[in-house]
């Protein structure tokens, strides 16, 4: 799941298109998005090396991490920064935001350090965070490009729920870290509790939305294991727990057997062309009398080979989806994010 | 003697082991306490640490909270002479109670004021020779305070903070603040705490016991840890000379 956003990043915008663009979410009871954060932009920057993905390179505007994090953490995931030429860019929005070392610097003796000025040819550093204007001018200045993807990490519980929101309406796909264990409030200091609070330390809930094209939106859960080296992904281990849990406990049988599968896959729909070079019959509701050796005319066949071109008229059927049970009752408008 | 008792707590910061070179270099640590039980002697522990004489730390005090008198006081019943280190140049006390409450019309405005404590910090650390850098620990009593002095102004503190932070990546100092969650959770977003929760890569929380006040136990810490992906949980009871930490059930 986690690859699915990965290629859905890596595969970028589609011809007239808006670019894929991904919220990475978290809040302080499972601060993980940090962690989900860089395990995204470190398989990134490796496919744009590779030259698998439609971008061509990668522009980090960072805040919170100085640039050496990231060069580090690239390094350290074997991936050739030194050599990488300018295809990483990284604006620089957390040594200087507020341009205050350079107002010291004019009034008293403060002296900028050496190394300040050894900033790597890959980090520029931005001084004016609070000029959106001027920020949003420098980012497009270092992509140079069309925009391919855009993913942010965002902390929930530090805007207001508008703000979450507003984001994530903006974006195409949704990742979520969420804690394993809902702590009980107001129930501090408990030997349970703080159980649980070690549970939550090294594990999380991991929910992703997907936005899709023709406007279905598709959620996947997976759990996440926070560890020195870094993230790994596992799927839920009770999913298929709560699907029977959500199956209602009634006295008939409401799932398929085996064999009630493979007869079901046996069928053939009506519409659905699979000629193997004999005519097709189209069912139009009198196949028992068909059947029953009646002489009645068999005008219902067509033989749709020899008829393609006479243009007598044509049945085109396209299969809804396949990742829908045909009998599933779900209102496919049911899960339209409007 | 004091070694031995605050030893689940050392162990909990890894300082149990080797104090030099620092093992807090490069991180944030965030202490939260509240007004049962106060979070400050998790501070004068580390202050009394990091001028342990095994060690060549050196430690900026930032203090909106008590005058000098009082942090000498203590740390003399811990062991430790704050005086002499101030001669040293060990210690560094940065009196922010004398400062004037800022309007906006003499000219120090809140971030101006912060502006300048910035300067001054780094500056002091700067005059340190470049090998002691990595020793050097800024402490904050405390950030509540720190908000009153600027006239309530949170935001002016968060970018104080932000570039505090800046100066341990610059430095690989560390940065050890002191903050009370009873005075925030009225509100509905405390972004302000919140922020210093997602900041801190060790996170101290001193809390009552679930139980209520208890004779022999004054409190619990929980220490997350997360450079080390570890959290510890234990009783503390704070006496004259000493904080005695244990599992609970082993006092």
């Not at chain 1, 264990?181 to 809930?205: P, T, V, W």
């Not at chain 2, 306490?33 to 640490?49: A, M, N």
Request: charged fraction near 25%; aromatic fraction near 8%; include cysteine.
């Amino acid at each position: 799941m986690a690859e699915s956003i990965y290629r859905a990043l890596r595969d970028g915008a589609l011809e007239g298109e808006l670019a894929p663009a991904l919220t990475i979410k978290d809040s302080v009871a499972s601060p993980f998005a940090l962690q989900v954060f860089s395990h995204v932009i470190s398989q990134l920057f490796s496919s744009i090396l590779a030259g698998k993905s439609q971008s061509r390179g990668l522009v980090v505007v960072s805040f919170s991490r100085s640039p050496s994090f990231y060069l580090d953490l690239l390094k350290n995931k074997g991936t050739d920064v030194a050599s990488s030429n300018k295809q990483i860019q990284i604006l620089d929005c957390y040594s200087d935001p507020l341009g205050w070392k350079d107002q010291l610097a004019g009034s008293r003796n403060f002296t900028a350090l050496s190394n300040e000025a050894m900033v790597s040819s890959n980090a520029i550093v931005f001084r004016e965070v609070k000029h959106m204007d001027k920020l949003y001018n420098s980012i497009i200045e270092l992509g140079k490009d069309q925009i391919s993807s855009i993913f942010w990490l965002l902390h929930s519980d530090l805007h207001e729920a508008r703000v979450t929101a507003v984001l994530e309406y903006l974006s195409s796909i949704v990742a979520s870290l969420e804690p394993s264990h809902q702590l009980a409030n107001g129930q501090r200091g408990d030997l349970e509790n703080f159980s649980l609070i070690k549970h939550n330390s090294k594990k999380g809930k991991f929910h992703v939305r997907f936005k899709k094209r023709n406007g279905r939106v598709r959620v996947m859960s997976e759990e996440v294991h926070i560890e020195q080296s870094g993230i790994n992904f596992a799927s839920l281990p009770s999913e298929g727990a709560i699907n029977q849990g959500l199956v209602p406990k009634v006295q008939f049988s409401l799932q398929l057997s085996e064999k009630e599968r493979i007869d079901k896959a046996n069928v053939v729909l009506p519409f659905e062309h699979q000629g193997n070079g004999k005519p097709i019959q189209i069912y139009d509701g009198r196949r028992s009398l068909v059947d029953s050796k009646h002489e009645r005319p068999v005008s219902a066949v067509e033989n749709v080979q020899t008829n393609e071109n006479c243009g007598s008229g044509e049945i085109i059927y396209y299969r809804d989806s396949d990742d829908e049970m045909p009998d599933s009752d779900e209102d496919p408008d049911d899960d339209l994010d409007i | 003697m004091n070694q031995r008792s605050s030893n689940l707590l050392d162990e909990a910061l890894g300082l149990d082991q080797v104090i030099e070179p620092w093992p807090l270099r490069g991180r944030v640590v965030a202490i939260e306490d509240q007004v049962e039980t106060s979070g400050s002697f998790v501070l004068h522990h580390l202050l009394k640490r990091s001028l342990s004489p095994n060690s060549s730390n050196v430690t900026i005090f930032i203090a909106f909270s008590q005058p000098f008198s009082h942090y000498d006081r203590i740390l003399r019943k811990l062991g430790c002479n704050l005086v002499s280190q101030r001669d040293n140049s060990r210690f560094f006390f940065f009196d922010m109670l004398k400062l004037q409450c800022p309007d906006g019309d003499e000219g120090i405005t809140p971030e101006g004021g912060l502006i300048a404590l910035y300067g001054k910090i780094h500056k002091t650390i700067s005059a340190l020779p470049e090998i002691s850098w990595k020793n050097v620990s800024i402490i904050i009593d405390d950030l509540s305070l720190m908000e009153v002095a600027a006239n309530g102004s949170s935001d002016y503190v968060l970018d104080f903070l932000h570039y505090c932070r800046t100066l341990t990546s610059e430095f690989d100092c560390s940065l050890i603040t002191l903050n009370h969650e009873d005075i925030y959770s009225s509100e509905d977003r405390p972004t302000f705490f919140i922020q210093m929760e997602y900041l801190a890569d060790i996170l101290i929380k001193a809390e009552p016991l679930a139980t209520g006040l208890a004779t022999d136990v004054h409190g619990q810490l929980t220490v997350s840890n997360k450079g080390r992906n570890k959290v510890s949980n234990f009783h503390f009871k704070v006496k004259e000379n000493v904080v005695e930490c244990f599992y609970p059930g082993r006092s």
